[in-house]
């Protein structure tokens, strides 16, 4: 037991260095290893195993609502990436170039893609004639690269993997319903699957995504009550049509630009799985996204029967749950520690005493609660339990979040709150830039969205007093 302990101790408490918490964490729970690429991150198959879960069902939600999975290339022309000015200046600084081909200078230098719009713009460009055509739903599950300063595994690294849909419709009304249904989805995924609560809501213009009428967002508060953006959608309008030169015969027969929208979740929301639910033990994964729902650790493994009795045991869960049998020769202490770590929804704890009396010992990772259940009822109290957890995990977050959500209606209490309660600050606006400025001058604050749940807290803005026009969550963001 003392080798689980130190084990454990490993971990910086979260309370005293929640930056130093999370680097342990994803290093411990054998998520991510460095490379030797500075920002660039190897993810390790248990790392890997919850991404595959992420991607397996929002894949299948999306080929559900009629959307094509595709393959672009990874590198895009210079030439191309300068046909939408608004884009590629909001790329620029991020941008990865390659300039050789082997030996040979290139005469074109290649963009290593930091996002696919071009390549699909350029795409559609080519096979879209007519209304017939229209919609086009595509999506591409890859990698991205974006050269940035100040790295960290899942939540900001110099390659992320994600999935970018890009989509075209004929009119106006089909390309906002479409970006607005995506964020929903990416919603529903977030609170239903990785049982973290989001704000669904529409970015400011300065933080809307370059080139972009509008940009949805969904944001969330981790533990620290910093904000994360986990997934935003984008309604293009007809911008990049007009940039790139698709056009469609409508009925008429007259040519039409087409509307285009574009939008992903990354590898980040792995980063917010373990922000949200970790503790000082470790990971706390929800059920649904658990590579390994059940682990099972038999008790005095050495004497006859057990390691029999465990593996039997093992076929029947597997019927109702994704479960492992740790049958190797470590203590059970160690063994304790280690799935606690990896974030194992549950664990079947069962030795020859068990046996004898036909039972198991169950113990729930999030709130170590230990029940002990007849082995002919315990595929359905296995069930029972995950069901049950996956509910608690979204409704503890929910709270925990509503706990740091405060609102303000005069500029002094603005910034008191954003200097001593981290979280969101529900607060009015009047849609003036050098008013959101000015917040994150004197309060350190970013716009975090404007919720679709609009809230009238006054009438007049935060900042200037003048005449607000939208209630706003202000934070400090990853």
């Not at 465990?310 to 063994?335: F, N, Q, T, Y």
Request: hydrophobic share 35%; glycine share 6%.
């Amino acid at each position: 037991m003392s080798k689980g302990k130190k084990f454990v101790e490993a971990i910086t408490s979260m309370d005293e260095d929640f930056a130093q918490w999370y680097t342990d964490i994803v290093k411990k729970a054998e998520l991510v290893d460095y490379s030797s690429v500075k920002g660039c991150m190897i993810i390790r198959p248990y790392g890997y195993a919850i991404w595959e879960n992420i991607q397996k069902n929002l894949d299948e939600k999306l080929k559900a609502t009629g959307h094509e999975n595709v393959y672009m290339p990874m590198f895009i022309p210079e030439s191309l990436l300068q046909k939408e000015k608004d884009h590629v200046e909001g790329f620029a600084p991020e941008v990865a170039w390659v300039t050789h081909g082997g030996s040979e200078p290139l005469a074109e230098r290649l963009c290593v893609r930091p996002t696919s719009e071009t390549l699909f713009c350029e795409h559609y460009a080519k096979i879209v004639q007519s209304y017939n055509d229209l919609p086009k739903l595509y999506n591409q599950w890859c990698s991205v690269v974006r050269w940035e300063k100040t790295t960290r595994p899942f939540l900001r690294t110099t390659e992320f993997l994600w999935q970018e849909g890009h989509t075209i419709h004929a009119t106006p009304e089909e390309a906002e319903k479409e970006t607005v249904d995506i964020l929903n989805l990416y919603a529903d995924l977030c609170e239903r699957v990785l049982a973290i609560p989001v704000v669904k809501g529409r970015k400011t213009d300065k933080e809307k995504f370059a080139g972009a009428v509008a940009t949805y967002t969904i944001e969330s508060l981790m533990h620290d009550g910093k904000a994360l953006q986990n997934g935003t959608s984008h309604n293009f309008g007809d911008n990049f049509a007009k940039a790139f030169g698709i056009q469609y015969s409508d009925k008429t027969g007259k040519q039409q630009y087409v509307h285009e929208t574009s939008w992903g979740v990354t590898t980040r929301l792995i980063g917010a799985i373990i922000m949200v639910h970790g503790d000082n033990s470790g990971l706390v994964l929800p059920p649904k996204i658990a590579p390994t729902q059940v682990i099972i650790v038999p008790i005095a493994q050495h004497k006859e029967g057990v390691l029999d009795k465990a593996s039997e045991l093992k076929d029947r869960i597997s019927k109702v749950a994704r479960v492992k049998l740790d049958a190797s020769d470590k203590m059970p202490g160690w063994k304790f520690n280690e799935y606690e770590m990896k974030g194992v929804p549950l664990r079947v704890e069962m030795g020859p005493k068990d046996i004898e009396n036909n039972q198991a010992v169950l113990v729930r990772r999030d709130t170590r609660e230990k029940l002990i259940v007849s082995l002919e009822e315990i595929e359905n109290k296995i069930t029972e339990i995950l069901d049950l957890m996956q509910v608690e995990l979204l409704e503890k977050a929910r709270n925990s979040a509503e706990e740091k959500t405060y609102s303000a209606t005069d500029l002094d209490k603005f910034i008191e709150i954003a200097n001593t309660k981290p979280g969101f600050i529900k607060a009015m606006w009047c849609g003036d830039r050098a008013c959101e400025d000015k917040l994150k001058e004197v309060a350190g604050v970013t716009s975090r969205c404007m919720p679709f749940a609009q809230e009238n807290l006054s009438d007049k803005c935060i900042c200037c007093g003048k005449e607000a026009s939208k209630l706003v969550y202000w934070g400090k963001a990853y």
